[in-house]
Nanobody
Framework: QVQLVESGGGLVQAGGSLRLSCAAS????????VGWFRQAPGKQRERVAS???????NYADSVKGRFTISRDNAKNTVYLQMNSLKPEDTAVYYC????????????WGQGTQVTVSS
């Protein structure tokens, strides 16, 4: 089973940028979909962005135009470039994958904290 490890979180001022990485322990080339999610204190986890093996992308309305998801199959890594960060982007960010369109997301990583100060 592929395991995922997130990195790249940190503390940044509003308007700043961060790039998160989701490194997989095995090949992601055939993985149907890899997603980035986030969960803020007291809030439900939400999907931020996802990318299919065909590199089709999907974004939450709240991050459209600011975040970009990409994948490097050679490095078995999925990235989330976050620009124009806002305090409301503060959360723990997780990545997960699903093996088909009918599967649920799984193989959750441990998460990486993103804190945006105002």
């Amino acid at each position: 089973q592929v395991q995922l490890v997130e990195s790249g979180g940190g503390l940044v001022q509003a308007g700043g940028s961060l790039r998160l990485s989701c490194a997989a322990s095995g090949s992601i080339a055939s993985i149907f979909d890899v997603g980035w999610f986030r969960q803020a204190p007291g809030k439900q986890r939400e999907r931020v962005a996802s990318i299919t093996r065909g590199s089709n992308t999907n974004y939450a309305d709240s991050v459209k135009g600011r975040f970009t998801i990409s994948r490097d199959n050679a490095k078995n890594t999925v990235y989330l470039q976050m620009n124009s960060l806002k305090p409301e982007d503060t959360a723990v960010y997780y990545c997960a994958l699903r093996i088909s369109a009918f599967a649920t997301f799984g193989s959750w990583g441990q998460g990486t904290q993103v804190t945006v100060s105002s």
